[in-house]
């Protein structure tokens, strides 16, 4: 198995297993607004024009998994980093996985084929409520 299709699946298995957590824990309070922000690294010689369209596939169908507010894609246009970064706003916790449930239902052959992105990450972020 790939060292990127390790990374996607150990994602979704810890944003499961928090989701158990934080769901119980947000059960007592009112129920913050979340923010995933996944950052996509191309991989070196990899065309900007085509990771620009296959990461905007990958915002479609995290949009048409209904699971999601809004789901942006913005690319990095100053400093050192060049990345794209997808910021997606779930309707509740439990909605984090979805998108990436969708994508894999989509594209059944995701992780069985070669990527070309040469970094993943993803920071899921509670709001901090305040009167």
């Given at each position: 198995m790939r060292p990127f299709s390790l990374i996607i699946i150990g994602s979704l298995v810890l944003v499961t297993a928090g989701g158990v957590a934080g769901f119980a824990a947000a059960q007592s309070q009112q129920e913050p607004n979340y923010l995933v922000i996944s950052t996509y690294d191309p991989?070196?010689?990899?065309?900007?024009?085509?990771?620009?369209?296959?990461?905007?596939?990958?915002v479609r169908l995290h949009r048409a998994s209904g699971a999601y507010k809004s789901v942006?894609?913005?690319e990095h246009n100053w400093g050192p980093e060049s990345a794209f970064y997808m910021v997606a706003e779930p309707n509740d916790w439990a909605s984090i996985p979805l998108g990436f449930q969708a994508e894999l239902q989509a594209q059944p052959d995701l992780l069985d084929r070669p990527d070309n992105w040469?970094?993943?990450?993803d920071n899921i972020l509670s709001e901090i409520l305040v009167n």
């Open positions: 991989a070196p010689g990899r065309s900007w024009n085509d990771a620009t369209e296959e990461m905007s596939e990958v942006r894609l913005f040469s970094g993943h990450s």
